[in-house]
């Protein structure tokens, strides 16, 4: 998985709470991703194992992780009937 030193840095510093496989099961399937007007793209899934949406924000290669945390505003798309 490639991260940029912020990532490496700061945000794994401040929550060590963290995993890999989060981050890496959001990057294969995520339920929802939007590109900020930065460039850069984020992507949230569901982690069953905490019972919340991560968000994990990553360069506009959308390979390389920026910053991951627990989002508490994110709503999931509703699924469209028909």
Same mark, same amino acid.
């Given at each position: 998985?490639? *991260?940029?030193?912020?990532?490496?840095?700061?945000?794994?510093a401040r929550r060590p709470?963290?995993? %890999?496989? #989060? =981050?890496? $099961?959001?990057?294969? +399937?995520? =339920? +929802? *991703?939007?590109? $900020?007007? !930065?460039? %850069? =793209? %984020? +992507? #949230?899934?569901? =982690?069953?194992? /905490?019972? @919340? &949406?991560?968000?994990?924000?990553?360069?506009?290669?959308?390979? *390389?992780? +920026? !910053? /991951? &945390? &627990?989002?508490?505003?994110? @709503?999931?798309?509703?699924? @469209? /009937?028909?």
């Amino acid at each position: 998985m490639k *991260t940029t030193d912020y990532f490496r840095l700061s945000v794994l510093a401040r929550r060590p709470y963290l995993r %890999r496989e #989060w =981050i890496e $099961q959001v990057l294969m +399937h995520p =339920i +929802h *991703t939007d590109v $900020q007007p !930065n460039g %850069r =793209i %984020r +992507h #949230w899934g569901y =982690i069953s194992e /905490a019972g @919340k &949406f991560l968000r994990v924000v990553t360069e506009p290669d959308g390979e *390389t992780v +920026h !910053n /991951a &945390f &627990f989002d508490r505003r994110f @709503k999931p798309p509703e699924e @469209k /009937a028909g």
